[in-house]
Structure formats: structure tokens, C-alpha cells
């Protein structure tokens, strides 16, 4: 069952092929994803079980990936929490009311119940789980340092969250805090609906020194994967310069961008699962420069602990033919 294969794999077992997804594996670059969108707004599309259902079953139909990472967004826990966001064409997530001062910090509200606020992800959660999938079903949620850096500043200002920490550290200290309890409480419930494992998305991370990563987020991870009962994933970018932060935050797997060579993760990182880390404009190239570079990732990887996946997601105008040609190679590996 490709369902057990993802999950012995994020539990460092030898498998007799590599278990293969994409983030971001539902969207943009398929034309049935399109035909979906057309009429439904994306807020409102992930809010609606039966429509984010349809949209995270049709990787399955085309592919069968060994995980079906559910349609949803990092930003959904913003909401409750006391922020609006829109989603603008050319500029991405806009958050209202972005934190400026350090009394910002203070309305920013935790205590919700979140069965009840985003039920409608556990939905979704559900729905795939019960479908006739032979997949793990995958939930995920953003880290606190990736949400922060969505509501710090103006749109887009990727340093406005750096500059906050410098001038006020014990507001954006308590800003980490609000966000480890959520996203805790979060991913906890989707586990409860149904989820087989985790991903946590705390991609800005890689924006930061290794040794600000130390001290702002290891024991923030921590907090957040003890207490998950399922196998989890920790994903940041330029993960070159901070493999071992990684392995401290306490996720099950590893999961590495292409800045990093697979071989230098497998002596760093020793026998603690990875995941990764097809350069994801690889995609873009011929059918047998796909399966070529591919298969280089698969056997610097090995046979134990491995999940072959992108370095990072699927670009909106990538070939759909070469991602079918990516989950092919994995799946025609004999060990």
C-alpha cells in the first residue's frame, strides 16, 4: 500500500521505492485546477469541503502520488486570530491590520476554539481520509516565523519582520509564542480529523542567520512536534546553512530545498528521514533530463528514511507531463 510506504518511510525504514508528492501539488499548473477556479475565489474554494476535496483528489486521478497534501493555505489561522488577508494578483498575501507597534501584539487573539473557527479544513482533512485514496493523507500548517513575516510590516517587505525583532524583541517574542500555540492546537486537530501526517511550512525561516533560526525557532518546533500524535515534516528554505536546527526542531523528517546536495544532507543529517529535493525548475526540462536529475536525487538519498519530493513547490506553467514523468521515475525504482 503506497499509504504505508510514506508512512514507513517518515519513520527511517528501508522501503523497496522511494515514496513520492509535490508541494503544492494541486494547483495552478493543472488545467482541471483551472476549470475549478474559474468561477470560485481561492478563500472561497478552500472554505468549501467539497470543492477544496475535488481540488486535492486530482493529483491522485492523474499521478497517484504516495501523499494527498490536503487544498488549503499557511494563512488560514490568521483569521481567528484577528487579521483579515487578501490574496492580490502580483503582490500575494495583504494583511489588515499588520502588526507596527509593540502593543499590536497584545489584540492578537489565541483562544478560540478551532474545531469550531477552521472546521472547515478538518472537512477536508476528513473527506480525503474517508476517500477510496490509496494515499497518506497529508495536513499541514505555516510555522510561527512564516506568519509572523505575513502580518509585520507592509506587504512583500520580507526585512519588516527582522526589523520588528531588532526594535522590540519581547513583543515579537510573545508574537512566536501566539503563534507556536495555535498552529500546535491546528495541526492537533487535524489530526484528529483524519490526517496520517504533518507538514510544518516555516519557509521564511531561511531568511534568518542560523544562530537567530537557534534561538527564535528550535524549541518553538519543538513545542509544536511533541505535541502531535503522527509523523511530522519540517520544511524551510536555503536549508544549506541550517540542517541541524532542522533535526533539533524535533519533526520526524526533514524536508530539504536544492540549495543543499542530498549526499551533504545524508552525512549531516545521519539516519533521520529527509525529504526533497528536485530543483523544482528541473520540471521544465526534457522528459529524460526530468527523469535523469530525478534519479540522481533518488540514489544520493538511499533506501531508508527517504520521501522524493520538490525542493520546494510546483511553478503555475510547469509541464504537466513532466510531473507525471517525476512520480513515474520513483515509482518504477527497483531496490
Keep these: 500500500m503506497t499509504r504505508d510506504l510514506m508512512l514507513s518511510a517518515l519513520r527511517g525504514e528501508r522501503t523497496r521505492r522511494p515514496p513520492v508528492w509535490l508541494m503544492r501539488q494541486a494547483g495552478r499548473y493543472l488545467p482541471e485546477y483551472r476549470d475549478v477556479r474559474e468561477d470560485i475565489g481561492f478563500k472561497q474554494a478552500i ?28 494563512l ?15 503582490v500575494g498575501p495583504v494583511v489588515n491590520d499588520a502588526v507596527e507597534e509593540p502593543g499590536d501584539v497584545d489584540d492578537v487573539v489565541t483562544d478560540f476554539d478551532v474545531d469550531e473557527e477552521l472546521g472547515y479544513v478538518g472537512d477536508v482533512v476528513e473527506r480525503v481520509s474517508d476517500s477510496d485514496a490509496d494515499a497518506a493523507t497529508l495536513g499541514f500548517a505555516g510555522g510561527p516565523y512564516t506568519l509572523a513575516s505575513y502580518v509585520v510590516g507592509e506587504p512583500g517587505d520580507r526585512d519588516a519582520v527582522r526589523r520588528f525583532r531588532a526594535r522590540y524583541p519581547d513583543a515579537f517574542s510573545r508574537l512566536l509564542d501566539c503563534f507556536t500555540d ?17 507538514q510544518l511550512f ?33 520544511f524551510t528554505r536555503n536549508s544549506a546553512g541550517r540542517l541541524r536546527e532542522l533535526q533539533d526542531s524535533g519533526a520526524d523528517c526533514v524536508s530539504v530545498d ?16 529527509v525529504q526533497g529535493n528536485l530543483d ?28 522524493l519530493n ?4 510546483v511553478h503555475k506553467d510547469t509541464p504537466v507531463e513532466n510531473v507525471e514523468r517525476f512520480v513515474a521515475t520513483a515509482k518504477d525504482v527497483l531496490r
Excluded at 49 to 74: C, H
Excluded at 76 to 88: A, F, H, S
Excluded at 310 to 313: E, I, Q, V, Y
Design 182 to 198: 495555535v498552529v500546535e492546537r491546528y495541526l492537533e486537530m487535524q489530526i484528529r480529523r483524519g490526517a496520517d501526517a504533518l
Design 280 to 307: 523544482p525548475t528541473d520540471l521544465y526540462g526534457s522528459g529524460e533530463y526530468v527523469e535523469r536529475r530525478t534519479m540522481e536525487v533518488i540514489e544520493k538519498a538511499g533506501n531508508r528514511g527517504h520521501v
Design 76 to 90: 488560514t489561522v490568521l483569521e481567528p486570530m484577528g487579521w483579515g488577508y487578501d490574496l492580490v494578483e502580483g
Design 47 to 74: 472554505k468549501t469541503p467539497e470543492v477544496a476535496e475535488e481540488i486535492t483528489m486530482q493529483p491522485w486521478r492523474r499521478f497517484e502520488p504516495d501523499a494527498l497534501v490536503i487544498y488549503s493555505d499557511i
Design 310 to 313: 520538490l525542493g520546494h513547490g
Design 258 to 273: 536544492w540549495t543543499v546536495d542530498m549526499e551533504t544532507v545524508r552525512h549531516e543529517l545521519g539516519e533521520t528521514p
Design 202 to 234: 516555516d519557509t521564511w525561516a531561511g531568511t534568518l542567520s542560523p544562530e537567530d533560526h537557534r534561538d527564535l525557532l528550535v524549541d518553538r518546533h519543538r513545542h509544536v512536534f511533541d505535541g502531535l500524535d503522527a509523523p511530522s515534516i519540517v
